[in-house]
């Protein structure tokens, strides 16, 4: 926090792969109730368009904005959230992280 200002949080999500994308819009569909319930915007989405550089991977990224890095911990850790997480298929993975804003 700056100046008495609150910083904002954010979900940073890469997918390295999807092999089951069916499976994967039914958790993108409860993942999306249980963001909006909780305050969060969703700033780029799956299909954006990526350019990778040095060591990056031209991978699918998601990136939500919450108004306090608070609530994007909450968030998560929401029952709407956790309903959402159990639609990912068995063995999916991706790149989850929950980051501070500056400011």
Do not use: C
């Not at 499976?23 to 780029?44: D, H, I």
């Not at 350019?51 to 306090?68: K, N, P, Q, T, W």
């Amino acid at each position: 926090m700056t100046g008495g200002t609150v910083a904002k949080g954010y979900w940073v999500s890469v997918y390295p792969t999807i092999t089951d994308p069916e499976r994967l819009e039914v958790y993108n569909e409860r993942a999306g109730l249980a963001v909006k319930a909780a305050g969060g915007r969703v700033l780029a989405s799956i299909g954006g368009r990526v350019v990778a550089h040095e060591a990056g991977l031209a991978e699918r990224v998601v990136l939500i904005e919450f108004d306090s890095f608070e609530r994007a911990v909450a968030a998560y850790e929401s029952p709407a959230y956790r309903e959402a997480l159990a639609e990912l298929p068995d063995g999916f993975q991706r790149d989850f992280r929950i980051i501070e804003g500056l400011d």
